[in-house]
């Protein structure tokens, strides 16, 4: 991983198979000024290819390696000024001191919002909105690896803001086609905590 800090904008394509897979990559990595993050092969036979830039770049970017892989495209996404949590956890890791880790953890009392889409690109716009939308703190994040392509994440926060977050990622992963299931849970329970982090 190259970028040290949070790039203007991610692209992230869902592609079938390693070959076309890596046809995207060539053409998006000739097709605009952008750095690729991540590939990873994940559940389903999906190939996935998460790059990061300007967001005209990343656009121009993605909308080759569309054209380039056409057929062989399952979901795309491009997300403009990325909230910083998502970006992190997304590398399953976050910037050294930030403190932001521990602080993520749910605490008792504290409510919890957990949303299911059916493919990461949807789970990943439907993620980024969803930080935007309230003060919540994004905890879990699953990218389709062991859950048959499907993605799903969830934060914590007060109930009111819980509630707008999950309102909005419900909304996003709805509009696009690819919301599987949504919750709010009100006063969560480190029990509960230590059943989902298993």
């Known amino acids: ?10 692209g992230f394509l869902e592609v079938k198979g ?27 036979g999906k190939f996935t290819v998460l ?7 990343v656009e121009a970017a993605v909308a080759a390696a569309k054209k380039e892989v056409g057929a062989s495209l399952y979901d795309s996404c491009v997300i ?6 998502l970006y992190w956890a997304i590398q399953d ?12 953890f749910p605490r008792v009392g ?8 059916l ?16 003060e919540v703190n994004l905890f879990e994040l699953r990218l389709g690896y062991a859950l048959g392509g499907r993605s799903y994440f969830a934060f914590t926060g007060t109930t009111g803001a819980v509630k707008a977050a999950l309102d ?20 969560f329970n480190a029990a509960e905590f230590l059943f989902m982090m298993a």
Do not use: W, Y
């Not at 504290?110 to 889409?117: D, K, P, T, Y």
């Not at 493919?119 to 309230?134: N, P, Y």
């Open 1 to 10: 991983m190259g970028v040290e800090r949070v790039p203007s904008a991610l």
């Open 18 to 44: 390693a070959a076309d897979g890596v046809a995207a990559v060539d053409t998006a990595v000739k097709a605009a000024l952008v750095e690729v993050l991540q590939t990873k092969v994940v559940c389903s």
């Open 51 to 57: 790059l990061a830039g300007q967001t005209a770049a």
């Open 80 to 85: 403009g000024r990325v909230h910083h949590s």
């Open 93 to 104: 890791q976050f910037p050294e001191g930030s403190g932001q880790r521990d602080k993520a």
């Open 110 to 117: 504290n409510s919890v919002g957990i949303v299911e889409a």
């Open 119 to 134: 493919s990461i690109a949807v789970g990943l716009e439907a993620a980024d909105a969803a930080l935007k939308a309230a």
């Open 168 to 187: 909005t990622a419900v909304q996003v992963a709805s509009q696009r086609g690819g919301l599987g299931s949504s919750c709010l849970i009100p006063q």
